[in-house]
């Protein structure tokens, strides 16, 4: 995800992090090019002209605008689903740090270096696990294991073991087994249970929806289309405005070109919002929130520093 103040009007023009230019850059030149080419040779394809004038492109045009903010729409609608799922993840941890520290009666104060021996550490800590195991699910990230320093050591051999897809389900089924064990061990009254395993069913939930907007791409019948129309529409441009346009006809198409591919590309990369792209969900930073909320809600004098955007990029 790109943090950063907006700049002035200015040097809009001149940013290129966190824009589609990178992505599009290529195809770009080569629409370019060619209407540079037709330009120089007046529409004219081995002594024939191309006969094709601006009507069809007025014809096409529109639609073709249309239908891209559509999926663009449809695109950002899954970003900011994933935005508001990730969310509900930090209220799910918070509240269950909560619910542990106040509704689960032992004694002892609470220590938050004592994960083995106190089972409301334990539980609080597995929150940040969970969205770690979360993260790596999302992005397939095999051998990432930063939920290694929130479980015990037994706890992290049996799930490292695990395929990603059952490592969130495994660590709410830890957390699940320790909230029955409270109840046998008279601990925490029944009918407070409910409440804590409401949190549960809400954090699988929110996981079970983001795996859902991860696995059911935007048709894929229906971006082919758009993208080839696009080019298409893109790479005849030139055929059609180079009498009207003359000399100014690749600039007029590069600009053309510029809003239709990096449309197309736009809609590409923020249909799967969770990945490591640069206009994606900053779920590491979102993690790491988390653990900052777990850490000081259990008064942890050592409580991790927030992550910071690198060259306007925060991942």
Not at 158 to 174: D, F, G, W
Not at 223 to 235: G, I, K, M, S, V
Not at 256 to 271: N, Q, S, W
């Amino acid at each position: 995800m790109i943090v950063r103040d907006r700049p002035s009007s200015f040097r809009l023009f001149w940013i290129v992090r966190g824009s589609v230019l990178q992505r599009i850059r290529g195809v770009l030149a080569v629409n370019i090019v060619l209407a540079i080419i037709v330009t120089v040779a007046h529409g004219t394809l081995f002594h024939t002209k191309i006969p094709i004038t601006p009507i069809p492109f007025t014809l096409i045009g529109l639609p073709l605008a249309i239908f891209l903010g559509f999926r663009n729409n449809t695109a950002y609608s899954r970003y900011w689903e994933g935005r508001k799922l990730w969310g509900e993840v930090v209220i799910y941890a918070r509240t269950l740090s909560r619910q542990c520290q106040s509704l689960i009666q032992i004694d002892a104060p609470i220590d938050p270096r004592q994960r083995d021996s106190d089972v409301r550490v334990r539980m609080v800590h597995r929150a940040a696990a969970f969205a770690h195991a979360l993260r790596a699910q999302l992005r397939g990230l095999k051998d990432d294991t930063a939920a290694q320093q929130w479980l015990t050591d037994e706890e992290w051999q049996k799930l490292k073991l695990l395929p990603l897809s059952q490592r969130t389900e495994a660590i709410v089924l830890a957390i699940g087994q320790d909230l029955g064990q409270c109840l046998k061990d008279k601990l925490i009254d029944p009918c407070l249970v409910v409440a804590v395993d409401k949190t549960l069913s809400g954090m699988t939930s929110a996981a079970a929806s983001c795996e859902r907007i991860h696995n059911t791409p935007i048709p894929f019948s229906y971006t082919l289309l758009l993208h080839r129309t696009a080019h298409l529409y893109c790479f005849l441009l030139p055929f059609g405005l180079v009498d009207l346009t003359s000399f100014m006809t690749p600039f007029v198409v590069g600009i053309v070109a510029y809003t239709f591919y990096g449309l197309d590309a736009l809609g590409d990369e923020i249909e799967e919002p969770f990945g490591m792209e640069s206009n994606d969900l900053a779920l590491d930073a979102m993690c790491r929130g988390i653990e900052i909320s777990v850490s000081q809600s259990l008064g942890d004098p050592q409580v991790p520093l927030a992550l910071k955007p690198t060259d306007y990029l925060m991942t």
